[in-house]
């Protein structure tokens, strides 16, 4: 029987699945630390956790450790501290240092987290990535900007998910920026030369340093170009057959770099471009499960569940490498306008064309508030065993559907 810890600050929908995927693995005690109360949780999964300790800040090490010290006492012991959010990972790898835990430390853990950190591993280490510096001032930035050249992205070194990232392309976007929300000594900005390809995601297990599985994804645009054009939707496609020698470079200089990186065991997903050359740069790296429903297109993709998949990695250190059976795509919702959510039109016509190909929706109900986020207000997953029929599918959820802000009456 192992004894687990889940650190979950807010239990939030897809929190919760990640959390019930634990606490349901057999041979697991699953204890819970969370701000929010557990309450929040069904009856069936309280039932199924061996603990809870509540604390006021959920990504403070300090309190997750005094937590898990409690857990400690409860459990008999703590085998393994887990918790899927970006900003945990660093709290979460000092806790394990600090109580001899198994699993990633704080060390490797600030490797993913400092995406400027991340990006001088890759250069030491000779994993293709863009070139970049850290700006802490207006001059730095400017000469950055002359070093590196336009056009540019801005963004933070703990950012996740594209959020507060911007596109320069010269010296007056520059000024702007600068003018508006520039960096500072307390808020350094990590700008770094604009990869302009094709850009996928590299979603993959290693274990004890080893390739054990990988998935290959495309984004349909880019999540940057999303966020610059607020009326576009944008969609995922995974396909089914990920074999060929097209894919061999990221294969190889992902792996390099997760080693780069200090990881030894763990789910990652990486982000990459191939640019129109043919070659490959790796854009950044999380080590925890992907968000915008990544962990549930695998699961659609390969038929299992990716959720205790990666608690079972987590918990026990195994993971059997499933087969890829279909092809899976995304398409997400975004509201066009300003205000709340008012109507969804085009449904009517994508169930009649797609309904066969639709394995999950998750649609805005009226009076939604818009998420301000590239993942938009719902989405809705095809899947297919011909990879050209979900991406034709895609393509028609994006044309027709439209979510409409306005004032709801």
């Not at 933070?156 to 596109?167: E, K, L």
């Not at 191939?274 to 999380?286: F, L, N, W």
């Not at 205790?308 to 092809?327: K, N, T, V």
């Amino acid at each position: 029987m192992a004894n687990a810890v889940f650190v979950a600050p807010f239990l939030l929908p897809a929190t919760v699945r990640f959390i019930a995927a634990a606490a349901l693995l057999p041979d697991v005690r699953l204890g819970l630390i969370s701000q929010d109360p557990e309450e929040r949780l069904r009856d069936d999964l309280r039932a199924a956790l061996s603990g809870h300790y509540r604390v006021t800040d959920g990504t403070d090490a300090q309190q997750i450790a005094d937590a898990t010290r409690v857990m400690a006492r409860h459990l008999g012991s703590v085998d393994s501290l887990l918790g899927m959010l970006e900003q945990l990972q660093v709290p979460l790898g000092e806790v394990r240092d600090a109580l001899g835990i198994k699993g990633m430390g704080a060390e490797v853990a600030r490797n993913f987290r400092d995406k400027a950190r991340m990006k001088t591993v890759f250069e030491a280490n000779g994993v293709p990535c863009a070139r970049h510096r850290l700006v802490h001032s207006a001059v730095e930035a400017r000469a950055a900007a002359a070093a590196l050249g336009y056009p540019l992205v801005a963004k933070p070194p703990a950012g996740a998910g594209a959020r507060s990232t911007f596109r320069l392309d010269g010296d007056h976007q520059l000024a702007a920026w600068l003018d508006a929300d520039g960096p500072g000594d307390a808020s350094p900005v990590l700008l770094e030369q604009m990869v302009i390809g094709a850009e996928h995601s590299f979603d993959s297990v290693v274990i004890d340093g080893e390739l054990i599985w990988h998935s290959i994804s495309r984004y349909l645009p880019t999540p940057l170009e999303v966020l610059e054009n607020p009326w576009v939707q944008w969609a995922v496609i995974l396909p089914r057959d990920i074999s060929g020698a097209e894919y061999d470079p990221i294969r190889h200089d992902g792996l390099r770099g997760l080693r780069a990186l200090g990881l030894r065991t763990g789910l990652t997903h990486m982000e990459w471009f191939r640019r129109p050359g043919g070659d490959i740069a790796i854009s950044e790296v999380a080590a925890r499960p992907p968000g915008a429903q990544f962990t549930s297109l695998l699961s659609y993709a390969h038929d299992v569940d990716m959720y205790a998949a990666w608690a079972r990695l987590e918990i026990f250190g195994e993971f059997s490498p499933p087969e890829r059976q279909y092809a899976v795509g995304a398409a997400y919702l975004r509201g066009q306008g300003s205000g709340s959510v008012v109507a969804i039109h085009g449904l009517d016509t994508l169930q009649h064309e797609l309904g066969d190909l639709v394995v999950e929706a998750h649609l805005p109900v009226q009076g939604q508030s818009p998420s301000g986020t590239y993942e938009g207000e719902g989405h809705v997953i095809l899947r297919h065993p011909e990879t050209s029929v979900v991406e034709a599918g895609l393509r028609r959820v994006v044309e027709v559907a439209r979510v409409e802000l306005g004032e709801v009456s």
